[in-house]
């Protein structure tokens, strides 16, 4: 019963949540299951090292479906996107944690930059 009722609230915190603040929350799962996957690939436990890389690659396949490529940055969005997909997939191949390391700086990046982002709106209104 409890952990319905925090299913609940967590659904709820997101519904009110800016697309901004979402995206941020998005990188922050990304950032977090990076890290973990990279632990669980050290200790070579892949089954559950691939859950979390399947959760990052999901993660970016859904922000490159919602990309509007009316605006050019979203081409590049996509190429990050992208890149960071496919060094996920290099890394479970290879089993090379490493490979995930690589991408940590370029998701922290993305990640400050729509925190950022948010900011800079909160200020504005």
């Known amino acids: 019963m409890q952990s319905n009722a925090i299913l ?11 697309r ?11 950032l977090k299951n990076l890290h973990h996957a990279t632990l669980l690939m050290k200790e070579n436990d ?6 979390c890389t399947q959760k990052c690659k999901s993660i970016f396949q859904y922000l490159s479906s919602i990309l509007d490529f009316k605006y050019p940055i979203s081409k590049d969005l996509y ?3 992208y890149f ?3 060094q996920i997939i290099r890394a479970e191949i290879r089993r090379d944690p490493q490979l995930l390391n690589d991408i940590v700086p370029i998701v922290n990046d993305m990640r400050d930059t729509w925190a ?7 200020i504005k209104k």
């Open 116 to 122: 950022q982002a948010e900011k800079l709106i909160h």
């Open 20 to 30: 901004g603040e979402q995206l941020v929350l998005l990188f922050d799962e990304v």
């Open 8 to 18: 609940q609230y967590k659904q709820q915190s997101i519904s009110t949540m800016s």
């Open 79 to 81: 190429d990050l996107y």
């Open 46 to 51: 892949l089954t559950n090292s691939e859950k």
């Open 84 to 86: 960071c997909n496919q």
